[in-house]
């Protein structure tokens, strides 16, 4: 039942996320034509920002698989989203290759950068892995800005000008580009709730909460950490791929620990190892971000921090987190209530 529940809300939420941008179109005056081809107006600046949530909630899946779920916290979970942003950059710039052959490489790149993540796996644990993994998306950022790598990577201005796919150019089928990002993370999300519900899964999640019982129950660890490493990095990956084909520029700065930063905060937000909550803190991340500095522009910043702190004091475990914490409480004090209300009525001639 509970599986059904859950596919339940997941449905209604993809179909209102189907319906949305022609709802706001028949809200702003704007005819479904015009809609549908592209026509600038309230729908389609919409549609943009939610890409941008659903790139940002792909990015954080992956971050809470390996945090959340796995137990491996990581500072340089940010090299995995900018080496796909830029692999995919690249193949489509310089190298030429059509977009199936360019996710394909984006996808090994995923893989390797995995592989190479997991050479420290055996050796160092907790905050050292960490740190291991900061240094390792320091070198990148350093490296993706040299002036070796100007002509292919564009030193510390970013990759620019990429070509759009003709199916998939954000200024002119933004529509297409948003239902294709919809369907992947709606795809990522699913395919997260399964893994996690799988044996490997949970013996991920047995390694969070204690290595060595699950060592001693004779699983060799390394191997189910490699695994959840690679699914990581590849979503990852495909995450920094589709940010690559949306945004005009693919900066340096999505590598730097600043933005797996982003990713931690919204995992925060929504609740660290639900999974559902990488989805509920990128909206409300984003939204925030939006919201507040159009209305207070510079002093955004400091509103947002507050923000974070309030829901870090009355949401300690996210918004999903709490609510699957608190639910069953809430649920007998409102029915108290009820009761209370009820028995208190007038009762009717």
């Not at 709802?23 to 729908?43: K, P, R, V, Y």
């Not at 954080?60 to 692999?87: N, P, Q």
Request: glycine share 10%.
């Amino acid at each position: 039942m509970k599986i059904l529940r859950d596919h339940a809300i997941l449905g209604a939420v993809a179909v209102f996320l189907i319906a949305f941008p022609f709802l706001i179109a028949l809200l702003d005056g704007q005819s479904i034509g015009a809609m549908l081809a592209g026509q600038s107006g309230n729908s389609k600046f919409y549609q943009g920002l939610l890409i941008e949530i659903f790139i940002l909630a792909i990015f954080a899946i992956s971050y809470d698989l390996l945090f959340g779920i796995t137990g491996l916290l990581s500072f340089g979970h940010a090299m995995f989203f900018s080496v796909g942003a830029y692999t995919a950059g690249i193949a489509l710039k310089s190298l030429k290759l059509p977009l199936p052959e360019t996710l394909v490489l984006v996808v090994f790149a995923g893989v390797a950068q995995a592989l190479l993540f997991s050479i420290v796996l055996p050796r160092v644990k907790g905050i050292t892995f960490a740190l291991v993994t900061l240094g390792f998306a320091s070198v990148f950022h350093i490296v993706i800005m040299s002036h070796e790598l100007n002509d292919w990577a564009g030193g510390d201005v970013g990759l620019q000008n990429i070509p759009k796919p003709a199916l998939l150019d954000p200024a002119n089928q933004r529509l297409t580009f948003y239902f294709v990002a919809l369907a992947l993370m709606l795809l990522v999300y699913l395919f997260y709730r399964r893994f996690v519900d799988s044996p490997t899964g949970r013996v991920c999640s047995a390694i969070r909460e204690n290595e060595h019982r699950a060592q001693m129950l004779g699983f060799n660890t390394f191997y189910f950490k490699l695994a959840a490493l690679i699914v990581s990095g590849i979503t990852a990956a495909l995450g920094g791929a589709l940010h690559a084909l949306y945004q005009p520029i693919v900066s340096p700065t999505s590598a730097s620990l600043g933005y797996t930063v982003n990713a931690l905060l919204i995992i925060l937000i929504g609740g660290v190892g639900t999974l559902s909550g990488a989805l509920v803190g990128a909206a409300a991340f984003r939204l925030l971000q939006f919201y507040l500095d159009k209305l207070f522009g510079e002093s955004s910043s400091f509103i947002l921090g507050v923000v974070y702190v309030a829901l870090v004091l009355f949401l300690p475990y996210g918004i999903i987190g709490t609510w699957r914490a608190k639910k069953l409480e809430w649920r007998a004090a409102w029915q108290a209530r009820w009761r209370a209300w009820s028995a208190a009525r007038p009762r009717g001639k």
